[in-house]
């Protein structure tokens, strides 16, 4: 028997159970489908955008999500490696190599993987929240700042 026991082809009940936004799907299996055998690919946000029909800020959500879900993570800018286990191979002995070379935390199959993914996200969101709070009360400190000066201004004259 073998020890990889989650493949692509079983893949797609796990990707449901994720709900993740349609963009993101559709990055991923466009990924999927250019990537090298190992799952390497050399892409850039913009590019992948075109291929969907997104902006570029929006091509950068959809691969934050499958970053936040494990399913692909960016090497450097303009390279990203697919999860071992959804990636393709040449042939069943590399796609076992590179399954059990992966760090446990990284597998798509871990107890608590889909659970962990909802918390992952629910994180991001709350830091995307309090990071547009932040703009928010400096947008209002400078305005406030602005209106002080120009009272100082017009007292004067």
Wanted: hydrophobic share 45%.
């Amino acid at each position: 028997m073998s020890t990889l026991r989650f493949a692509a082809v079983n893949a797609d009940g796990l990707l449901a159970d994720l709900d993740l936004p349609p963009a993101s799907y559709r990055a991923l299996l466009k990924l999927r489908a250019l990537s090298e055998p190992g799952g390497l690919i050399a892409i850039d946000q913009a590019s992948i955008g075109g291929m969907l029909g997104l902006s570029r800020p929006s091509a950068n959500a959809a691969l934050r999500r499958l970053e936040l879900a494990r399913l692909v993570w960016k090497v450097r800018n303009g390279v990203y490696q697919i999860n071992p286990m959804l990636a393709g191979y040449h042939s069943p002995q590399d796609a076992v190599a590179a399954v059990n070379a992966m760090p446990p935390e990284d597998r798509l199959d871990a107890q608590g993987y889909i659970a962990g993914y909802h918390r992952a996200v629910a994180d991001y969101e709350d830091q995307l929240a309090r990071q547009r709070e932040k703009r928010k009360d400096l947008a209002a400190a400078k305005k406030a700042a602005a209106a002080r000066r120009r009272r100082s201004l017009h007292a004067v004259s």
